[in-house]
T-cell receptor
């Protein structure tokens, strides 16, 4: 069935650089998207969300971009720090739906 | 505030045995979720409760999995009998109320290994 997926399974960046994690979705009925961070041995932690009526949303050091035309969203992390090392999941809800569907995740490595 | 508590943290059993997991959500949170996370994959929703009622259990393998949330607070998830394919981390999450834009707060999960 339709699901959320990710382009890259792993991403390695230098400390201080910006990170960009990409996510493609195929369900055109999806209208609400969330990014989660999961550290080893921990549960996922909410980072930021975005509704489909928005193209961009900013948080503290993070920005989510949504391109509905190509069904793509990205998470940008500014000045990446060692503490940002984790697996990042994008997740989606379809219009009127209450079930959150997670993608497979991207592992981010931050090199000191 | 205290987070979502889960126990045990780890469990190892043989196939065909039974196992139960416990979850205590954040105080006052009406909605509770159980997810299964297989290694290398994202969490998959098994069941969602609103207070003590089931909202969605469409992906719960009901022939072997059961869950309850008596009194609308704590919840238990049971597997009987377990299969090798059930090896995974079982995550519990809670949110303040029912709604797709209510942030879900996750516990650290129970890692289940089936021998």
């Amino acid at each position: 069935g339709e699901s959320v997926g990710l382009h890259l399974p792993t991403l390695s960046v230098q400390e201080g650089d910006n990170s960009i994690i990409n996510c493609a979705y195929s369900n055109s009925a999806s209208d609400y998207f969330i990014w989660y961070k999961q550290e080893s041995g921990k549960g996922p932690q909410f980072i930021i969300d975005i509704r489909s009526n928005m193209d961009k949303r900013q948080g503290q050091r993070v920005t989510v971009l949504l391109n509905k035309t190509v069904k793509h969203l990205s998470l940008q992390i500014a000045a990446t720090q060692p503490g940002d090392s984790a697996v990042y999941f994008c997740a989606e809800n379809e219009t009127g739906g209450f079930k959150t569907i997670f993608g497979a995740g991207t592992r981010l490595f931050v090199k000191a | 505030e205290a987070g979502v508590a889960q126990s045990p943290r780890y469990k190892i059993i043989e196939k065909r045995q039974s196992v139960a997991f416990w979850c205590n959500p954040i105080s006052g949170h009406a909605t509770l979720y159980w997810y299964q996370q297989i290694l290398g994959q994202g969490p998959k929703l098994l069941i969602q409760f609103q207070n003590n009622g089931v909202v969605d259990d469409s992906q719960l393998p009901k022939d072997r999995f059961s869950a309850e949330r008596l009194k609308g607070v704590d919840s238990t998830l049971k597997i009987q009998p377990a299969k090798l394919e059930d090896s995974a981390v079982y995550l519990c999450a809670s949110s303040l109320s029912f709604g797709r834009e209510q942030p879900q707060h996750f516990g650290d999960g129970t890692r289940l290994s089936i021998l």
